[in-house]
């Protein structure tokens, strides 16, 4: 069968066999299909989760939340922190490389008890789910011995884990890693066996390490020796492109399920798209240009909802590129949609394409955040020198260093 909107690696993968696949359990969550909406920061925000969960994302995880900001009632953390209004079930993905810290942020989020700040409503709901971060690979992060450092020192890494868990109680806390720092430095199997120690309901493990940032092509062998290694549940992670991509991710390396990131910035009908093909169907052709309109008008709208005209529509400005990336004779509405301060701007940027075109196949693995750069990842000073020191990194991070976090991250 010839499928024209599906690339050439994926023209034979069939879908779904009925119950080829289960759902994904987490702990009391079941989650159909078994597909997580991965955490990222200055994406996952709840205006584009619930656009996400509208085209049947069944679990979506916060940008990473850094648990000393909110324990301190940042605003804008606290913000990030929300989930729309009735989204369920709620996801929180926690920043912090400490456990005390960890305790006390998931005690309060799983009550319910978030501190009064002076104008804005804070959030009384319930989480439903906890994501611990130990992949972050920004410089900011590692240096101060956070994110994908953490898993270095694996006795740190089971303290924190074991404090999440402990002051979850039934609700699911999961971890998510990458492979290590570098290829000299693999720590994927002390996370697997740390998470299944600890009680953790699931392990993600994104197949890069953290020097490789976002280059090169994911590794999915290494998920499947995680599969055999741990008897949790293993969330494979990277690359996952088209809805066929979590097929074969999955079948594979026989993970429980998939994590899926950059694919869904500017097309979250990919979830719809995954319902179909793990519900046995062959998905429907990509939107027209027209549909993908309606969607970005529905988007700046949910934007400027939450943030404010003026940074909801300055946070539209990147969705755009997003939405718009791979369209055909697209150049002069991109270069304007990046510039754009109102939704008439927007509409009239965006009347410029053919209405009728279809999102082509080139456009699904266009990159639409994150080069193909490396790095070398920067630790704290004589970090290697005492893995199995399990004290915390030196804190506290003053007000100043948090902000340039929080502007690092929030720029992806
Ligand atoms: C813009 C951006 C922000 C990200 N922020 C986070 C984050 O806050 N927490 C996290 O665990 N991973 C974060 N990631 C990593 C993704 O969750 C995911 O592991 C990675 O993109 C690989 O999956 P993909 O190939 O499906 O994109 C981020 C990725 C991107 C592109």
Redesign the pocket.
């Known amino acids: 069968m010839q499928r024209p909107h599906t690339t050439p690696r994926n023209q034979d993968t069939p879908v779904a066999a009925p119950d080829e696949f289960q759902p994904l359990k987490l702990g009391k969550l079941e989650v159909w299909p078994p597909v997580v909406l ?6 996952t925000n709840p205006p584009f989760r619930s656009i996400c969960r509208e085209n049947g994302a069944p679990l979506c995880v916060s ?2 939340i850094t648990a000393r900001a909110w324990l301190r009632a940042n605003r804008l953390t606290h913000l990030l922190a929300q989930p729309e209004p009735g989204e369920s079930p709620r996801s929180v ?1 926690i920043y912090s490389a400490d456990p005390d810290e960890v305790r006390e942020f998931v005690k309060r989020l799983v009550a319910g008890d978030a501190p009064e700040i002076d104008g804005i409503e804070t959030c009384k709901q319930p989480v439903d789910h906890v994501d611990l ?1 130990f ?2 690979p920004v410089p900011k992060v590692t240096r101060a011995g956070g994110g994908s450092a953490i898993p270095v020192k694996a006795r740190l890494l089971a303290r924190i884990v074991r404090a999440a868990v402990e002051a979850a109680g039934d609700v699911p806390v999961t971890i ?1 890693v990458r492979k290590g720092i570098s290829d000299e430095l693999l720590t994927w199997q002390d996370s697997g066996r740390v998470a299944q120690e600890e009680g953790a309901a699931a392990i993600t493990l ?1 197949g890069r390490t953290a020097g490789e940032l ?1 280059s090169g092509k ?1 590794d999915w062998e290494v998920i499947g020796e995680l599969v055999q290694l741990v008897d949790i549940p293993v969330l494979g ?4 492109w088209e809805a066929f991509d979590a097929l074969r991710l999955m079948r594979q390396t026989g993970c429980a399920g998939v ?5 869904c910035l500017g097309r979250p009908w990919l979830f719809r798209e995954l319902a179909d093909v793990f519900d046995g169907k062959e998905p429907g052709p990509p939107p027209t240009v027209t549909e993908i309109r309606a969607l970005m008008d529905r988007h700046a709208r949910a934007l400027m909802g939450f943030f404010g005209p003026d940074m909801g529509m300055r946070q539209m400005r990147k969705w755009g590129a997003w939405y718009t990336k791979g369209l055909s004779g697209s150049a002069a509405t991109r270069s304007a949609l990046v510039r754009v301060e109102s939704l008439e701007e927007m509409h009239a940027a965006l009347a410029l394409l053919d209405q009728d075109e279809r999102l082509p196949l080139r456009a699904l693995e266009a990159n639409r ?2 080069g193909g750069r490396r790095q070398k990842v920067v630790l704290p000073e004589g970090y290697l020198e005492d893995r199995d020191d399990d004290t915390p990194p030196k804190g506290p991070i003053s007000d100043a260093e948090m902000a340039a976090w929080e502007k690092a ?1 929030g720029g ?1």
């Open positions: 991965a955490p990222m920061a200055g994406v940008e990473m993905q971060n992949g972050c998510k994104h976002y994911a992670n990277g690359d996952v994590v899926v990131g950059r694919a955040a994150k991250l992806g």
